[in-house]
Nanobody, 115 residues
Framework: QVHLVESGGGLVQPGGSLRLSCAAS????????MGWFRQAPGKKRDLVGTMASGGTPNYADSVKGRFTISRDNAKNIVYLQMNSLKPEDTAVYYCNVRLGVIDYWGQGTQVTVSS
């Protein structure tokens, strides 16, 4: 079992910044890919970005240049630094870990961008 705990969501003004964190723990027995997805009201869950262990991040076009994924591999933590936030970034953000062919998900954290 892999456990994911997210933190860092909240309310922010347009143009502001937030940093989300996701800590993975448990039975991690191989290199993992970690990343972020988001789901806005009435929308499907979409990719934000992912990062393989030792790799470079891949981002959705909608967040390129504004969001940055980083990892602390020693602690199995993945971060999502979100800058220049827009109202359309409002969504529930989910941390994801892919271990082999199995996906694990965080509980979700609400990000609201509003004036």
């Amino acid at each position: 079992q892999v456990h994911l705990v997210e933190s860092g969501g909240g309310l922010v003004q347009p143009g502001g910044s937030l940093r989300l964190s996701c800590a993975a723990s448990g039975n991690i027995f191989s290199p993992i890919t970690m990343g972020w997805f988001r789901q806005a009201p009435g929308k499907k869950r979409d990719l934000v970005g992912t990062m393989a262990s030792g790799g470079t991040p891949n981002y959705a076009d909608s967040v390129k240049g504004r969001f940055t994924i980083s990892r602390d591999n020693a602690k199995n933590i993945v971060y999502l630094q979100m800058n220049s936030l827009k109202p359309e970034d409002t969504a529930v953000y989910y941390c994801n870990v892919r271990l082999g062919v199995i996906d694990y998900w965080g509980q979700g954290t609400q990000v609201t961008v509003s004036s």
